[in-house]
């Protein structure tokens, strides 16, 4: 097994950007990573700003780029223009209720990824917002990683 069958990518948005990463690794590297997981990760700034919270767009628009403004800057940093180069098998969960990143942005990802037919597994938390709160939910979290990565990896 090469270190391609041995290697993947896992992160979440709080605050450190990591879904955010890991879709940015999957579509300008897509032959590294054997299996990723996008957990609230933004993938479209356009959406992001539309559909944000009005504090969260105005405090977003000081670290990301003003739409306004440099619209083409964010269309060039969002990886939805990518997702035709993904190859790598990915898990996508959510929380329904995010404020911070919408839920827009995971439902953008699956649905692209579906078309593209690119194995891509979605699971929503309809009583979650941005992380998982709740002991069950973390619980399901951490087996269904597990049980994804054992599979891809």
């Known amino acids: 097994m090469g270190a391609k069958g ?28 054997a ?3 996008n957990l609230f990760g933004m993938v479209n700034f356009e959406t992001f700003f539309a559909q944000s919270t009005p504090w969260m767009g105005a405090i977003s628009t000081g670290e990301y780029g003003d739409p306004k403004t440099q619209l083409q800057l964010l269309r060039d940093l969002s990886p939805i223009h990518k997702l035709d180069r993904v190859k790598t098998p990915l898990l996508v969960m959510h929380g329904a209720n995010d404020t911070n990143v919408p839920v827009v942005e995971a439902e953008q990802v ?9 194995p891509v597994e ?32």
């Open 6 to 33: 041995r290697l993947s990518i896992m992160g979440g948005s709080y605050g450190s950007y990591g879904g955010y990463v890991v879709m940015v690794a999957v579509t300008d590297y897509p032959d590294t990573f």
């Open 35 to 37: 299996a990723g997981a």
């Open 110 to 118: 699956v649905n692209a990824l579906k078309k593209l037919k690119v």
């Open 122 to 153: 979605y699971v929503l938390f309809p009583d979650e917002g941005h992380g998982w709160r709740k002991q069950a939910n973390r619980v399901r979290s951490t087996l269904t990683l597990a049980n994804y990565f054992s599979k891809h990896l």
